[in-house]
Every structure is written in C-alpha cells, then in structure tokens.
C-alpha cells in the first residue's frame, strides 16, 4: 500500500503565500488548452491575489468575507436581458480603491451566489475595483448539479474567496489552482466521480427502472446515468447548504431497503422517526416522474435514449416544474441536518428519520484515508484524531458494513465514510 503524504491533488510541503502562488496559477493557466485571452502578468495576479487573501480574513457584520471577482472591463461583456439567461452589468460612477477593507465593504452586495465583482488592471494606477455583474445563480449548477449553467463567464481571470485563507482561480469558469491554508490543491477530489459509489445504488436504480417500464407506452430510454447524476445533484445541492449554515451534520444511508430501527436500536437511535408512509417515499416519486417526462419530451424531440445533458438542456415547463420540486427536497434535507444528530435514509432515499444518534460498542481504533477515488491507495490514521461525529461515522460504519455515510464538519470539511476492502475508509470532498 503507498504512503505518501496526501492525496495526489495537493502539495502539503509546499506551504505558499500569494506571490509565489500567482507564479503557479500562471503556468496552470497557460497549460489550459481552451481559447482565453492574454494571461496577465505575474505581478498584477499576485497583487489581486494579495488584496483577497488579505480580505478573506476578514469579517463584515459577523460574517466571514465570501465573494467572487473577475479582472475584466465593462467592455469584455455582453449586456443581455440579465438573469438566468445572460448578465446584467453595473458600472460605478467612481472606481472604487482595491483593498482588504473595500473588498470587505463590497462583499454583502455582490452575493457569492448571484453576483461577482468587476476588477480592472491598469499597469500605472494597479487595479481598481470598476462595478458589480449580477450573473445569477445558474453557475451553481456546474458544481451542484441541476438543470441549466447560466451563460459563460468571460474566459478571464477569476477568483473566489472561499474562506478564510481559501481562494480557489479560474478562468472563466475552468478551474486553475486552489490556496487552502497555504497549500495548493490542483485537481479537487470528488468521491461522486468515484466507481464505487454508484454500486452502493445499483439496485435502486434498476428498481425505478423496473417500475417506469411498468407504466410507460412509448417513449425515449431514459439512460441509467440520468438516475445517477439527478442524485448525486440532489446531494450535492444539500452538501452545499450544510456547509454554508457552518453548524456540520451527518447523512447516513442505510443498506435496507425497509429498515427495522428495533433490529438496529443497539447501532442506531433515531430521536425523530418517521411513520413509513408514501410521503417519506417522495424522492422516488419525483424520480419517476421525471423519468417519465423526460422519456416522453426526449420521443418527441425524436431521440431513442435520453441522458444527463439531455434533462439539462431540454426546455420544458414540467421538467422545470420537477427540478423546483428537487431543489426544495435538498432544502428539505439540508434542514434536518442542521439538527443534532443524523439524518437517515435509505438507498432509495426514503426519509427514515433525524437526530439519530450512533451507538455501537464495536471500538474502531483506526481508519484510513484514501488517496484516489477508488481507494486503491490509502493511508491509515488514528480514529481519536477526528471529532466526535466522525468517530461516530467510522463505528456505524463498522457495525453496518454495507451503509455508506457522508459527513459534515463546522467548518465546512466533508468526507466520505464506507468500509471498502475489508477497512474503514474516508473520503475527502474536494469538488
């Protein structure tokens, strides 16, 4: 088994500050082989990169600095009719100066979410902060999941203040180079692009399949990736939620599909459950539903077989009505897990209950931490070494071999939790 340091898409030894970071975000980016304009010079990266560093440690009425910002001028954008569909482009009377405390000022009207600052750079008078592009918030979609990205951002030099010592550069929307507390991270490290985990729901995906050709006459295959990618959009719509809320949580999957909470009272307590009824079964529902149109709008469009980017690009008012209906199932699942505890489904996703708290007796001393998304290489650590949740994750694991569970720091920290090759194992989310 290797055992370096960390996993592959970060330099831990390398601990870096801003000027010797825009020399490597420069080299990323001119390594990108997409159409993009003249990459600016080290200086002007380093300095903007300075100011944000320097900003996201700051805090405006109590909260944390977040927002994005792009080094392009008025002129670089196509004014359209504004959100969802183009952009709506602000200019200020007066360029605003480009510090810390201006960035920190500014932050709360260029929300992280709809908007992004306009920055331009003048090699005599330095940058200058020029206005606010309100982009709206389609581009979540691109890390989210859902239907829709949004228009293009121009392909110029972009950064998002992620955190305190977290800046993640992009061109446009291609990611370049992340700063975490002075370490690098190149690729992210996404345990959804894994080829473990869609074999956790295999049989829940061949049982709506099962059941749409139940009921449908005619129409498109809907492709079994679909199924994956509306899913995996849901989680990570709620991921995301937890994270901004800072309070942390735990999503517990468990592998019945009609689980017994007396037959896993010594594992499991569940302070909040449900009486199993249809309603805890309306993400399978909604599933199908979508399934179902998607099959009958993807025939009249003259396609065999439907897929992923067909539900994203497909204009029609019911699919649209039933992503709404799955945004708000993820708000749904993001609001229980804000309560102390676990929230527990099944693999079908049917709500069992929330506030669970993990029992077990089956100590677990160690884990290990993966280092590719298949587990293949890994590296073992103290369990003691995480906090109470976590530890809590790893002896449900155990106990339950066959569940899978995904939890949520304060601060915003997700791993994966899965007993894989006879160990416990994590997976850090790094999207």
């Not at 908007?115 to 592009?133: F, P, Q, R, T």
């Not at 199993?276 to 399934?291: G, K, V, Y």
Request: charge should be negative; hydrophobic fraction near 40%.
């Amino acid at each position: 088994m290797n055992s370096p340091a960390s996993p592959p898409d970060s330099e831990p030894d390398a601990i870096v500050y801003p000027p010797e970071f825009a020399q490597r975000v420069v080299a990323a980016w001119a390594a990108l082989e997409i159409p993009h304009v003249e990459i600016p010079s080290v200086a002007c990266i380093a300095r903007t990169l300075d100011v944000l560093y320097q900003a996201s440690f700051l805090q405006e009425e109590g909260e944390a600095v977040r927002c994005r910002l792009i080094l392009a001028d008025p002129s670089d954008w196509k004014q359209g009719e504004g959100p969802p569909t183009g952009f709506h482009v602000l200019r200020f009377a007066e360029s605003r100066a480009f510090t810390p405390q201006e960035i920190r000022k500014l932050a709360p009207a260029a929300s992280f979410y709809r908007s992004i600052l306009g920055v331009h750079y003048d090699a005599e008078k330095g940058v200058s902060i020029w206005g606010i592009v309100e982009t709206g918030t389609r581009w979540v979609n691109r890390v989210d999941g859902g239907r829709f990205d949004g228009a293009p951002l121009p392909p110029h030099f972009v950064v998002h203040i992620l955190g305190p010592g977290r800046l993640l550069t992009a061109c446009g929307y291609h990611r370049l180079l992340e700063l975490d507390s002075g370490k690098i991270i190149r690729t992210g490290f996404d345990p959804f692009k894994a080829g473990w985990l869609p074999q956790h729901f295999r049989p829940v995906r061949q049982w709506l399949q099962d059941r749409l050709a139940e009921t449908r006459l005619e129409g498109a295959n809907v492709e079994d990736c679909f199924i994956r990618m509306m899913a995996q959009s849901v989680v990570r719509r709620t991921l995301s939620l937890v994270r901004g809320r800072g309070h942390g949580g735990m999503l517990i999957y468990l592998p019945q599909e009609k689980p017994n909470l007396d037959e896993l009272s010594k594992v499991l307590r569940v302070r909040c459950p449900f009486e199993s009824r249809p309603s805890t079964e309306h993400f399978s529902e909604l599933m199908l539903r979508a399934m179902s149109r998607l099959s009958l709008v993807g025939h009249r469009h003259g396609l065999t077989s439907v897929k992923w980017e067909n539900y994203q690009t497909i204009d029609d008012p019911v699919l649209s009505e039933i992503d709404e209906s799955f945004v708000e199932f993820a708000h749904l699942l993001a609001d229980m897990m804000s309560v102390d505890g676990a929230l527990v489904l099944t693999k079908r996703f049917e709500l069992v209950g929330f506030g669970g708290e993990v029992l077990g007796e089956k100590p677990v001393t160690r884990v290990f931490r993966a280092l590719d998304l298949e587990g293949v290489s890994s590296i073992p650590e103290m369990a003691d070494s995480s906090g109470t949740r976590h530890q809590s994750a790893y002896r449900f694991a155990s106990e339950v071999p066959e569940s899978l569970l995904i939890v949520i720091s304060q601060d915003g920290a997700v791993r994966f939790v899965a007993a894989r090759n006879g160990q416990i194992m994590y997976w850090p989310y790094l999207p």
